[in-house]
């Protein structure tokens, strides 16, 4: 199907999908920091601007 290209392409594909899952991946466990340190944050009274009602 592929030829002789096969194995290039093949690796190209993997690598692509195992950054893009990388990418993905990092941004969860990021995500989940970022929501932990704010709730932290909040644990002692440090509100966020945005929450202060006009």
């Known amino acids: 199907m592929f030829g002789n290209y096969?194995?290039?392409?093949?690796?190209?594909?993997?690598?692509?999908?195992?950054t893009i899952s990388l990418l993905i991946l990092w941004v969860i466990i990021d995500g989940r920091t970022q929501a932990k340190a704010l709730a932290e944050l909040e644990a002692r009274g440090i509100k966020r601007r945005s929450a202060r009602r006009a």
């Open 6 to 18: 096969a194995g290039f392409i093949i690796a190209s594909y993997g690598v692509t999908l195992a």
